[in-house]
């Protein structure tokens, strides 16, 4: 965008169109002014027929900033991706909680104003020597920046959710045969025994060209996308308000000269500045630069060729990104790859003629009852013979014999006998927990799921992305 600006700002139409749209950006702006937001909606989200505005979108975001740490606070100031996924806790808290209210509505529950005092005259908060205390309760509704009638109705709101979600917190109960069975496929063993093939056991001379060739078309080598960047960095201390006013004011300055068509290196150099270029990288060996985190990598390889970014924040400074070049994707020509290829052929040939090797073994096995070399072992899920074989010895059935495909050999296994573990009652206990919890969790996972088709989430996008930045 700042290219194309650049390069269509001095055109007579171009100025023309960017007068257009200031006046409507400015004219937008007076008619919200005039008429006091009329002129649009003011709800983020509607759950159901029910709306949840913007301002109680900030007001909840207030109270959780509320109660973080500093620490906490600034993390999440000094990084836009952190700042985008508390919103999002946060909305998502918003419509959970209003899809159990209105659900609470629908079934006609009734929280009495007297159950609501009963409840404030009962919380410790608002106890001095265990009897209720106006001057706490003052205290700490202005500390936490409600009235009493808003309190009020956060806790009437509280209870109509616990009447509608309360009964989603039960235990569920497990069937012991349950619990019996998983305790046994966690913690049995089973007796197997085996013999290794492995492919370097196998001697294969080296490939004629036309072979190279034909493996070549049936495993082509693919170069990856590599991209070569440079960037403007403005550092400065963002937890500081004075240094971040100051950072920012440079970055909006250095933003200005690169979209009137200023070098980024001169740019940099003007307003102290750290200019980077960085030779080409794919995405899977970046270079060693603390700026270049996965969301910056992800950004970069979505921009076009000779394009600048946006601002960009960082927990340490300010960036702007330009992407110099762009070599696509391609595959690399044979004759380029042949040296590479020989080693991929040859182990290709090893691995071949040890599976041939196995398939003969194991027939052998199947009709004489034979395996020759064999090992035999007691095995767990997790060990006891070569990881490889560990999944197949208790996917196969007991007296089954089968063939084990590993990264450098094959395996002829049979599977013998199943031995049943001991019981021991903490590991049970552990198990009937975690089966509860998952029960209880598919429960609250289909509740919610009711709740959606009876509530459907419809997002205001034009509210959502002033909200919530890109």
């Known amino acids: 965008m700042l290219e194309y600006l ?15 749209l200031a006046f409507s ?74 899809m159990a209210e209105s659900r609470a509505n629908d079934l006609g529950f009734v929280v009495s104003d007297k159950r609501i005092a009963r409840g404030i005259r009962n919380m410790p908060d608002f106890q001095i020597n265990g009897e209720f205390s106006t001057l706490a309760f ?32 039960a235990p569920v109960q497990v069937p012991e045969f349950m619990v019996k069975a998983t305790y046994d496929a966690r913690y049995g063993e089973r007796e197997i025994e085996y013999t290794t093939i492995k492919y370097s056991d196998f001697d294969v001379e080296n490939p004629t060209d036309e072979q190279l060739a034909e493996y070549y078309k049936q495993n082509p080598q693919i170069i990856p996308e590599t991209r070569a960047v440079s960037y403007v960095f403005i550092p400065t201390e963002m937890a500081s308000p004075d240094k971040y006013d100051a950072g920012y004011a440079t970055a909006v300055k250095v933003e200005d000269d690169i979209i009137a068509g200023e070098a980024m290196d001169a740019t940099a150099k003007k307003y102290g500045a750290k200019y980077v270029a960085l030779a080409e990288f794919d995405r899977d060996n970046r270079p060693v630069d603390k700026l270049m ?28 990104v330009r992407v110099d070049k ?42 004489n009852n034979k395996l020759d070399n064999k090992k035999s072992a007691t095995v767990s899920r997790a060990s006891g013979a070569p990881i490889e074989g560990l999944t197949d010895a208790f996917r196969t059935q007991i007296g ?13 296994m049979r599977v013998n006998k199943e031995i049943t573990p001991k019981v021991d009652t903490k590991k049970m206990a552990d198990i009937r927990k975690e089966l509860q919890n998952a029960s209880q969790t598919n429960v609250m996972d289909d509740y919610n799921s009711f709740l959606l088709r009876e509530y459907p989430i419809e997002i205001n996008e034009k509210i959502y992305n002033r909200v919530f930045t890109k």
Do not use: C
């Not at 650049?6 to 257009?20: Q, Y």
């Not at 946006?310 to 300010?318: A, L, P, R, S």
């Open 138 to 169: 003052d205290t700490v509704l202005n500390n936490s920046g409600y009235s009493e009638a808003e309190f009020a109705d956060v806790l009437r709101r509280q209870v109509l959710r616990s009447m509608v979600l309360g009964a989603m917190s």
């Open 293 to 320: 985190t996965d969301a910056l990598i992800s950004k970069i390889f979505d921009m076009d060729e000779g394009l600048e970014s946006e601002m960009i924040e960082t927990k340490d400074g300010f960036l702007f």
């Open 6 to 20: 650049r390069n269509a700002s001095e055109k007579p139409v171009a100025k023309i169109l960017i007068g257009i």
């Open 25 to 98: 950006f400015v004219g937008w702006g007076v008619a919200e002014w005039i008429f006091g937001g009329a002129v649009g909606d003011n709800s983020l989200v509607k759950v159901g027929g029910t709306e949840v505005s913007v301002q109680q979108f900030n007001n909840e975001k207030s109270r959780e900033l509320a109660m973080m740490t500093r620490e906490q606070q600034r993390a999440i100031y000094a990084d836009a991706n952190a700042q985008n996924e508390f919103s999002q806790k946060v909305l998502t808290k918003l419509t959970t909680q209003q």
């Open 400 to 412: 089954n014999n089968t063939i084990v495909s590993g990264g450098d050999a094959f395996y002829v």
């Open 326 to 367: 762009i070599n696509p994707s391609h595959k690399a020509e044979f004759e380029n790859a042949k040296k590479s290829l020989v080693a991929d052929w040859k182990k290709a040939e090893q691995k071949k003629q040890a599976y041939v090797r196995a398939n003969d073994i194991l027939v052998d096995l199947n009709q």
